[in-house]
């Protein structure tokens, strides 16, 4: 590996986790950085981030004034990866549903293999879920097939929220044009990808519940991911997302 990556994780209430999965991407690879953004936790989590990162250049946070939307927080670590200089940012959960080791392969889809966008998907072969209940299975994968028939993406995983861009892709968005702020984000972010003719690649990945904390999910997301692709497909027939 010869390039910069930062590793982008988005924070609220994580303080049993941070620090574990910040140890667990930094032993990776010294390339590795992390980027925790914190939407002002009230557990403490970015007051646990800021002792460590006295110690350690490759550990960055932003701190925001509070639940600002995921969508929101990966575009500031974008912008700030891009900003400094970084050739490969990462989007990551805090609470171990994402393998560390699984970085090293999605970086080598983009920095050997050349993808664009490096996806770690639990629906193509060798991928999985471990620990979830049958409905959760069931919904995640109905909305999977729910964006494929309305967009026409030919990705198996298009909510997956574990992924690698090259600078030189995300360097191309209108980051004013992304506007979902939740789960929906992971979508829409893909289909500006896909509507670009950027190669985009499917890394299998096993996908498990947190062991610590709680989830984020509830129905209120789901709702707006439904409303949400329509939207995109509709915005896309009038070439809203077309990089200029």
């Not at 609470?95 to 889809?109: C, M, Q, T, Y």
């Not at 360097?171 to 992971?186: L, R």
Request: glycine share 6%; net charge neutral; hydrophobic share 40%.
């Amino acid at each position: 590996m010869s390039t910069k990556s930062l590793i982008i994780i988005p924070t609220y209430n994580e303080s049993e986790n941070v620090l574990d999965i910040i140890a667990a991407v930094l032993e990776l690879d010294n390339r590795f950085h992390v980027l925790i953004v914190d939407d002002n936790s009230p557990d403490g989590t970015a007051a646990l981030v800021s002792q460590v990162q006295q110690s350690e250049p490759r550990i960055h946070l932003l701190k925001r004034a509070g639940k600002l939307g995921l969508g929101t927080a990966y575009l500031e670590g974008f912008s700030y990866g891009l900003k400094n200089g970084f050739e490969y940012l990462f989007e990551m959960d805090a609470d171990f549903s994402h393998n560390p080791k699984d970085l090293l392969r999605l970086h080598e889809a983009c920095e050997i293999n050349h993808a664009d966008l490096a996806i770690g998907s639990r629906y193509v072969s060798g991928g999985g879920l471990k620990d979830w209940t049958f409905d959760r299975i069931l919904l995640s994968r109905m909305a999977s097939l729910y964006v494929r028939a309305i967009t026409g993406m030919p990705i198996m995983d298009s909510t997956a929220g574990f992924k690698c861009y090259s600078a030189t892709l995300l360097s191309k968005f209108d980051f004013n044009k992304i506007t979902c702020k939740g789960y929906a984000f992971q979508i829409e972010m893909k289909y500006a990808a896909f509507l670009n003719g950027a190669k985009i690649v499917e890394v299998p990945i096993i996908f498990k519940d947190r062991e610590k904390g709680q989830s984020k999910m509830n129905g209120s997301i789901i709702t707006e991911a439904i409303k949400a692709v329509i939207d995109m497909k509709r915005k896309s027939m009038r070439s809203y997302y077309k990089f200029s």
